[in-house]
């Protein structure tokens, strides 16, 4: 049962970080921290913000709007000390494909309902099983969707003229740039490219500098002053709106519903898998500990808060969560502050995007991408073991080229059947040999079981306990090393208690757990027709007990 926090007569799993921090003591020191670690945050967060929204096929306001509403709620409400929310690069595919089939106001019902399935999914606890989603399986999907979003960037960053629409499937996109490469704009490229080198060469030698946003007033500068003929925000989208959009609902009609519950649900697995890999990431990096409910949680409330402000979905950042930790940040409040820094910019300097290229944007999330590759990573599961190898390709690739819902839920199936051979193979017995105290006599033989005694390792084991109960002997089973059995071992061992008494035979359990006896007793087991003693000497008594009879 969850634990009580005083006075508050709920459970400390819903508990918001910010509470905790408040009642451990909030001195002015900790707010100047968490205002310097903000600004720092929204730095980092301002270009990164726009060009995901632009990514995404939205305009770039949108993105700053869920990153000011979403990411002030995700920190006031989370369960994670240093979480930062925003719009995310792992949804930029998922988003983009759900404005081509439904238009932006289906994306934003899709943000407001899959808000409500995160709340419910943190209210029913979900949070603590979504943590376990096995290691190759988030290599391999972060390491698609970095493809993806580098694939998404190409036309941006040389600049090319297509006669339609960029198609979504990628391989349909590698050939549609392909067939435009006469439109390459090398002026573009090289704004893509100072971008990108201003990024990584401040990361050697000025890793605490805002290179990302350096890099773009750069190649912003740079590109007015030279005149460059580079598409702008200014020019696609024209100016930024200079405040937040009055809170709407999105259509709720049964239609519209309809047509957004898929790609909601899509949004909620997604965000709440990418929030809790970030706390998890958070945690690391600090030694604190989030609550992964009330995490859920405060995702599904910043998802219709962002869509009731025209935003998008939100979820924990990795990339401005580790930004933030490194920064010094103290709690709740920076991720809090981070979002009030971005609306000002959105108050005071929103002008200013206009001039940025849109090329430069594209550098940016070019060097997200290739960070996000975890290629180190990558390849040592693809060298570690056959099944690793497969679970970490076979999510890769699934993200990649078919679908990321399909790309995870096939990457944990394939995961789970891959732990469950190890599991079996953990699995075994062996005879008693003739030099121990409990050495196989005419009346009885002893096998020692090793190991889970689970539906796989009974279907490894089965056959060959079925051969040994064949001889009109009591067959003994030292159970002391099984750790546990599902309900399946537990069918297994009545079949064989009845194959042995249909030969004349018994089956004597010993060493058996309380938890094990309990399992096999569901499952139907009955003194006498199998025999539950507690070691190999109460066997040999009721055995002479048999013969004196």
Known sequence: MPHTVKGQGGPTEYLPKLLTVWREGYRLSDLRADALAGLTV???????SMAIAIASGVGPERGLFTAIVGGFLVSALGGSRYQIGGPAGAFIVLVAACVIETGLPGLILATFLSGFMLI???????????????????VGFTAGIAVIIFASQLREMFGL?????????????????????????WAAVAVAALTAAVILGLRRLR??????????????????????????????????????????????????????LPWAASFALLGAIESLLSAVVADGMSGARHRSNAELVAQGVANVGSALFGGFCVTGTIARTATNVRAGSRGPVSGMLHSLFLLLFLLVAAPLAAYIPLAALAGVLAVVAWGMAERHEFAALVRATRGDALVVLATFLLVVFRDLTEGILVGFSLAGLVFIKRMSETAGMRPSSDATPDAQRADRIVYHLEGPYFFGAAAQLGGVLERIAEAPRALVLDMSAVPLMDSSGARGVLQLAAR?????????LIGLRPALRRVLESQGAREPEVHFLPDLAAVDARLAQGESA
């Open 161 to 185: 003229t297509l006669p339609g629409a960029e198609p979504g499937e990628i391989l349909a996109k590698v050939e549609a740039l392909w067939a435009a490469r006469g439109t390459v704009t």
């Open 207 to 260: 890793p605490h500098w805002p290179g990302m946003l350096i890099a773009v007033a750069v190649a912003s500068t740079a590109a007015a002053l030279l005149s460059l003929p580079v598409e702008t925000i200014g020019t696609r989208f024209g100016a930024l709106p200079r405040v937040l959009p009055v809170p709407a609902l999105p259509d709720l009609s049964p239609a519209a519903i309809q047509a957004a």
């Open 120 to 138: 419910a999914g943190g209210a029913l606890r979900l949070g603590t099983y979504i943590r376990y989603i096995p290691y190759p399986v988030t």
């Open 42 to 48: 929204a730095i980092v967060a301002l270009p990164l």
């Open 500 to 508: 042995a008494r249909r030969r004349g035979g018994q089956i004597y």
